[in-house]
């Protein structure tokens, strides 16, 4: 394509060019989206309380709101500039602040393309380019709100394949589109979604934990009103007292308890699989010609990843205890630019696959990791015995913990008079609609409280060996392999080119038992992954054999063998 075919809305790369003019229109949807029904609400609730003339002013006070941003959108359109260059990537922004942002293009290490479901009719999507920067919610990132899709998958192609053509030359811009053709007929797809993986979404804590929580948000509510709100509603429909329905559950709690239960798993089942589908639907991992990685998926969301190949530097199979209990696992990448505000950003946004069965997602860890055998097969070292030594310790300190606090419950049970109970559940009755812990708790002996103590002991212990179990560390030809967790188990593999230094850590505990810390920091991933408690010795040798040179200046050998935790003399 000449320059003079080119059509007028598309200008080479090289030229400063603004954000799309329907981001304005996108920005106004979005925000109509939330202040009108919150407007329309507030509407409701004053006619209810008697407020009639209060009542006119919510839905034109949310339209002059929304007014205001869309005047604000347009200044900020104005603003907002960028290009990219054969060396550099530039942004200008700010109405008042005036800001300009100036990245190397070998600097880029991924490009985030995202369309929001209020974006999409509008043909928009947001374009994040990561630069390996731990970035914090206030930073200046490289953040495009909103452009095309087709200057979005222009931008990413562009900013990835640093062996295109400059970007103002015509007759390279024709010859990169063919080159873009034919790398997504190479691409190498690694996985496609399977709809019978959705069944993994409800194997996590949070199955119970959604209803719970909803539940305890009501409960807390109605607290914050000291009653009221049920009290209101009770009045209005109908609906039994507080005391009334405790004595109905009370009656049935042989059947209340168990439908409660199902409820709420039921209830957490059908949110999490459902939050799956929008996010992971239509999923498809490839990994194109160059070796870009490339990831889609969302069905509301439509969001793509992408990260250069180079950078992604390892994997880690992720396996939380309830899906490890099903035999599933997901993986995540180790790869530079995927910093975010925080670790827990930072590990979603790492993500490349859904949960899935182990098997599938070792095999597509192996196929990221493109070695003829995989580094997550390797037989893994185990840790000293001195490592369950220290969690047994601390898992019989937490037993005794649990056992003082049920001594006290069940002492200060014993104690209570029934004056006591009746305070108590007048208390409870003003503020939770369904009052029947305190009556649990009454009808409940003494001794129940040694049994949960009991209960806690038998965790404490399990959890404890579970954790040594999971310790261990090995060593690939090109990768350096540490594993740990009992709750969340990662076993992490990471190029041993990609280690620029290591981390000895040693508390007086630790120095006693023969044990370190040993941890391999990296400009990847989480920046640092350890192998946990492991023999002195043991560990050193590891490290020095992943990195030659790179730590064996700092050790000393007096050719003593090694002890029985790993440690040399």
């Known amino acids: 394509m000449t320059t003079a075919q080119r059509p007028p809305t598309e200008r080479p790369l090289g030229d400063w060019q603004g954000l799309s003019p329907l981001s304005v229109w996108a920005n106004t949807a979005a925000g109509a989206l939330f202040i009108v029904p919150a407007a329309v609400v507030g509407t409701v609730v004053l006619i209810v309380l008697d407020l009639a003339w209060w009542a006119l002013a919510p839905l034109p006070g949310a339209l002059a709101l929304i007014a205001g941003l869309t005047a604000l959108d347009m200044m900020v359109l104005k603003a907002v500039s960028y290009r990219v260059t054969d060396e550099r990537m530039e942004m200008r922004s700010g109405v008042i602040a005036k800001a300009y942002r100036s990245v190397p293009r070998e600097r880029v290490r991924s490009v985030d393309v995202a369309a929001p479901v209020y974006a999409r009719p509008f043909g928009l999507c947001v374009v994040t380019v990561g630069t390996g920067e731990q970035v914090d919610s206030g930073s200046d990132q490289v953040k495009l709100q909103f452009v095309t899709a087709a200057q979005g998958e222009r931008l990413r192609r562009e900013l990835l394949y640093r062996d295109a053509p400059a970007a103002?030359?015509?007759?390279?811009?024709?010859?990169?589109?063919?080159?873009?053709?034919?790398?997504?007929?190479?691409?190498?797809?690694?996985?496609?979604?399977?709809?019978?993986?959705?069944?993994?979404?409800?194997?996590?804590?949070?199955?119970?934990?959604?209803?719970?929580?909803?539940?305890?948000?009501?409960?807390?509510?109605?607290?914050?009103?000291?009653?009221?709100?049920?009290?209101?509603?009770?009045?209005?429909?109908?609906?039994?007292?507080?005391?009334?329905?405790?004595?109905?559950?009370?009656?049935?709690?042989?059947?209340?308890?168990?439908?409660?239960?199902v409820g709420l798993l039921v209830s957490g089942t059908v949110v999490l699989v459902a939050v799956a589908v929008e996010t992971w639907w239509d999923y498809r991992l490839t990994r194109e010609s160059n070796g870009t990685v490339v990831m889609r998926r969302g069905l509301l969301n439509s969001q793509s990843l992408t990260i250069e190949g180079r950078r992604l530097n390892g994997v880690t199979l992720h396996e939380p205890l309830v899906l490890r209990s099903a035999g599933g696992a997901d993986v995540r990448a180790v790869a530079t630019g995927l910093g975010a505000a925080d670790a827990e950003k930072t590990q979603a946004k790492s993500r490349l696959s859904p949960p899935m069965p182990r098997d599938r997602a070792r095999e597509l860890a192996a196929d990221l990791m493109r070695t003829p055998e995989s580094p997550l097969d390797l037989p893994?070292?185990?840790?000293?015995?001195?490592?369950?030594?220290?969690?047994?310790?601390?898992?019989?300190?937490?037993?005794?913990?649990?056992?003082?606090?049920?001594?006290?419950?069940?002492?200060?049970?014993?104690?209570?008079?029934?004056?006591?109970?009746?305070?108590?559940?007048?208390?409870?009755?003003?503020?939770?609609?369904?009052?029947?812990?305190?009556?649990?708790?009454?009808?409940?002996?003494?001794?129940?409280?040694?049994?949960?103590?009991?209960?806690?002991?038998?965790?404490?212990?399990?959890?404890?060996?579970?954790?040594?179990?999971?310790?261990?560390?090995?060593?690939?030809?090109?990768?350096?392999?540490?594993?740990?967790?009992?709750?969340?188990?990662?076993?992490?593999?990471?190029?041993?080119?990609?280690?620029?230094?290591?981390?000895?850590?040693?508390?007086?505990?630790?120095?006693?038992?023969?044990?370190?810390?040993?941890?391999?920091?990296?400009?990847?991933?989480?920046?640092?992954?350890?192998?946990?408690?492991?023999?002195?010795?043991?560990?050193?040798?590891?490290?020095?054999?992943?990195?030659?040179?790179?730590?064996?200046?700092?050790?000393?050998?007096?050719?003593?063998?090694?002890?029985?935790?790993?440690?040399?003399?």
């Not at 996985?191 to 959604?210: E, H, K, S, V």
């Not at 070292?381 to 049920?406: D, K, Q």
């Not at 007048?426 to 009556?439: K, R």
């Not at 700092?554 to 003593?560: A, H, P, T, V």
């Open 380 to 569: 893994l070292t185990a840790h000293p015995r001195s490592a369950l030594s220290r969690r047994l310790v601390r898992a019989g300190w937490a037993s005794l913990a649990g056992f003082a606090v049920a001594g006290g419950l069940a002492w200060l049970h014993t104690l209570a008079e029934a004056a006591w109970w009746d305070a108590a559940h007048e208390i409870e009755e003003e503020l939770n609609p369904l009052p029947v812990v305190t009556h649990l708790v009454e009808a409940a002996p003494p001794w129940g409280w040694w049994l949960l103590g009991a209960a806690f002991a038998v965790v404490a212990f399990w959890y404890a060996v579970g954790s040594h179990r999971a310790l261990g560390h090995g060593l690939h030809p090109r990768y350096l392999v540490v594993r740990r967790g009992m709750a969340v188990r990662d076993t992490t593999t990471l190029e041993r080119s990609a280690v620029i230094g290591w981390r000895i850590t040693r508390t007086p505990f630790q120095r006693r038992a023969g044990l370190a810390h040993v941890s391999a920091t990296t400009a990847s991933g989480k920046g640092m992954y350890t192998a946990a408690d492991v023999g002195l010795g043991q560990g050193l040798a590891w490290a020095a054999l992943a990195v030659p040179d790179l730590l064996t200046q700092f050790l000393e050998r007096d050719g003593e063998p090694e002890g029985a935790d790993g440690e040399r003399g």
């Open 168 to 261: 103002g030359n015509a007759e390279g811009a024709e010859g990169a589109e063919g080159a873009e053709g034919a790398e997504e007929a190479d691409g190498l797809e690694l996985a496609r979604l399977d709809r019978r993986w959705f069944a993994y979404a409800p194997a996590t804590t949070a199955t119970l934990g959604i209803g719970i929580g909803a539940i305890a948000a009501l409960i807390g509510a109605n607290a914050q009103s000291e009653g009221w709100i049920y009290r209101w509603i009770s009045e209005q429909t109908g609906l039994p007292s507080t005391a009334e329905i405790g004595a109905f559950v009370m009656a049935r709690l042989l059947f209340v308890v168990p439908a409660a239960l």
